[in-house]
């Protein structure tokens, strides 16, 4: 019995306890919890249970999902101290967040580590969506790359994206890059590329594609996809993006359960050699 469950078992009713969620986010100081309709009028006790888990100061509720292209997180501080800026600490990495500004999910922490390890040294790296560097802070930390370049559009996830590159002393390493990845992300360069817009990311294959050396690369591709249709579809997508191009699938897994009947998968795809080779001609450009 996890938890939340065990600690409310006295105090909720038999109908109370089946809507209770099975856990909780435990960022940094502050736990963030869904709360269905029929349990918010018990959201009191539900956050001095949570604010007696060690590390937790503040208990926040989540009021919905992420909004929005910049991927804002919708909570609302319900018990204890107000402040939502905190550190979290994973897999000896530091990262700064504001919970009620930035997203972090802690369901991607395996794939988070098992990238890193996949990352031979002096590789380049591009991290398309970079968020607060959730990737390329444990591939600067952990894999000895040449350049990881994180390309992110949101100037509040941005501010943090730098200040964990600072607090993890990586900055020799990782090239910081304001704004919109179809415009800023740097051509022709890396071996490997990290992609994850759920919704959206198969509109930005094409990208991920001329972001890759002319001599090709691996691509770590990040989709939502109805179960029944994982791997078949994103693999689809990749092929056709990459028709031309020879593609080897290296691996297909699941991250995480994203919603009922839907995953949040990840293929790495092995790119070859681009046909054309107009691509030598793309310049790296980015802002720090
Ligand atoms: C789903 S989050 C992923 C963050 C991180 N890579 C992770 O795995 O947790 C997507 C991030 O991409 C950013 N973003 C959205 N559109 C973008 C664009 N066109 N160019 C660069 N970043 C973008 C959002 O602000 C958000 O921080």
Known sequence: MGYLRAAMRDLLTREELELLPAGFDHIGHVAVVALPRGLLQRAGEVARALLRVKGVRTVALRTGGVAGRLREPRVEVIAGDPVTETVHRENTCLFKLDVARVMFSLGNVFERARVARLVRPGEVVVDVFAGIGQFSIPIAKHARPGEVYAIELNPVAYRYLR???????????????????????????????????????????????????????????????????????????????????????????????????VDHIVIDAKIGPAEHESQKNFTVTYVT
Do not use: Q, W
């Open 163 to 261: 200040e964990n590159v600072r607090l993890n002393r990586v900055g020799h390493v990782v090239r910081p890059v304001l704004g919109d990845c179809a415009r800023v992300a740097p051509r022709g360069v890396a071996d490997r590329v990290v992609i994850g817009m759920l919704h959206v990311t198969h509109e930005y294959l094409p990208l991920a594609l001329r972001v890759l050396k002319p001599g090709g690369g691996v691509i770590h591709y990040h989709e939502s996809v109805p179960s029944k249709l994982r791997f078949e579809r994103p693999v689809k997508r990749i092929l056709e993006a990459a028709s031309g191009r020879g593609v080897e699938i290296l691996g297909e897994r699941v991250v995480k359960r994203y919603a009922p009947g």
